[in-house]
């Protein structure tokens, strides 16, 4: 499974839809992942293989999306993309994660098994 490209009318019927919700209420059945990125940008170049070796570790339990900050300038503004890549881990309860910068894989397994996987 490779990692889905995000638009902001998918992110408004899969993820939210911050036009007409003023609280978070994710809509997805499992944990997701987005990844704001740029053609342009080498650190957001080095995350992208561990973005695809992430969606086949988790493709049954956690969605892996890509938003290409460029084309989906709106989304980017909605969550104020400062600095790319920038990270939203999105627990299916809760609030949404953000992390930027490019981090090794470990952490990014790491914050997935203990704030998307963890069942308490």
Known sequence: MATIKLTADK????IFDYTTEKEWKFKGDRPAVIDFYADWC????????IMEELSDEYKDK?????????????????????????ILFIPTE???MMQPGALPKP?????????????T
């Not at 992110?11 to 899969?14: E, G, L, M, R, V």
């Not at 080498?42 to 293989?49: E, L, N, R, S, W």
């Not at 989304?75 to 104020?80: N, R």
């Open 94 to 96: 809760g609030q949404p």
């Open 62 to 86: 956690v969605d892996i999306y890509k938003v290409d900050t460029e084309v989906e300038q709106e989304l980017s503004a909605v969550f104020g993309i400062r600095s790319i890549p920038s």
């Open 11 to 14: 992110f408004k019927s899969d």
């Open 107 to 119: 952490v990014f397994k790491e914050v997935i098994e203990k704030e998307l996987l963890q069942t």
């Open 42 to 49: 080498g650190p957001c170049k080095m995350v992208a293989p």
